[in-house]
């Protein structure tokens, strides 16, 4: 029991939710060690690892299940999951809105498909409106610009990118602050190391995950496409209409 527990041998960590726990009890339920390299015979951390292929799962309490917050000691793996996790939702949300204009996109092939063979029968000609034509051209106009948007938007405001930006410009501005306080000494190795594991949500940062830009290139370069079909029909439509 807690009540026996000596806290010189392991301390004692308190959660948010209320619940206590040995030192070396919590780290094994989080899992630590899978993020750290381990001194087993001192008993401590002494260096980062590589963070794990796998999906971390959020640590929660071990008694009532509240997701683990605002212990320093565990933010690596924190970060990581958090970040996974906004990764995850950002990905549905492009997939989301590249299957709205995939949708918008079918409609008009439809009607386009309706008016292609109109213009294989020359009497048929006249039944395709010329203002219903400069319409979806118009449409076509506002889905490209979509596109683009999507295609900026899975690139620039992916949470990896975002984050690791976010993680520089702290760095850089802690460097900044140390430098213009020399008073302070020197930064070392240690001290520009020690910034870097408390600021950066990965160890190692990496390049986005491409799965949101591949779907989002795909999505506008079909909308591209369709667009220069819708074009080249309405430049078609105009000829024949005559003056």
Same mark, same amino acid.
């Given at each position: 029991s807690l009540a026996d527990h000596d806290p010189s041998d392991s301390p004692l960590i308190v959660l948010r939710c209320g619940h206590a726990f040995a030192l070396d009890t919590i780290d094994e339920h989080v899992?630590?060690?899978?993020?750290?390299? @381990? %001194?087993? @015979?001192?008993?401590?951390?002494?260096?980062?690892?590589? !963070?794990?292929a796998h999906v971390l799962e959020?640590?929660?309490?071990? #008694?009532?299940?509240t997701p683990i917050a %605002?212990?320093? @000691?565990?933010?690596?793996i924190l970060k990581h999951t958090a970040l996974v996790q906004a990764t995850r939702k950002f990905i549905v949300g492009i997939?989301? %809105?590249t299957s709205a204009i995939d949708t918008d996109i079918e409609v008009i092939n439809n009607e386009v498909q309706d008016w292609m063979r109109c213009l294989q029968d020359s009497k048929n000609i006249g039944n395709i409106p010329l203002e219903d034509v400069k319409a979806v051209i118009q449409d076509m106009d506002s889905i490209v610009d979509d596109g683009t948007y999507f295609v &900026? &938007?899975?690139?620039? !405001? #992916?949470?990896v990118a975002r984050a690791y930006a976010t993680a520089q410009a702290t760095l850089r501005?802690?460097?900044?602050? $140390? $430098? #213009? $306080?020399? %008073?302070d000494g020197?930064?070392?190795?240690?001290?520009?190391?020690?910034?870097?594991?408390d600021l950066l949500p990965l160890s190692h940062p990496s390049k986005p995950s491409p799965v949101a830009k591949i779907e989002a290139d795909r999505c506008l370069v079909r909308a591209l496409g369709m667009k220069v079909v819708v074009g080249t029909l309405g430049a078609i439509v105009h000829s024949r209409a005559g003056p």
């Open positions: 899992k630590l060690k899978e993020v750290y390299e @381990r %001194d087993e @015979r001192r008993g401590i951390y002494i260096g980062l690892k590589p !963070l794990p959020t640590p929660t309490c071990p #008694h009532c299940r %605002d212990v320093k @000691r565990f933010g690596r997939t989301t %809105d &900026k &938007k899975s690139s620039e !405001l #992916h949470p501005a802690a460097r900044s602050n $140390h $430098h #213009h $306080h020399p %008073d020197d930064m070392t190795v240690e001290d520009n190391k020690k910034i870097e594991v």
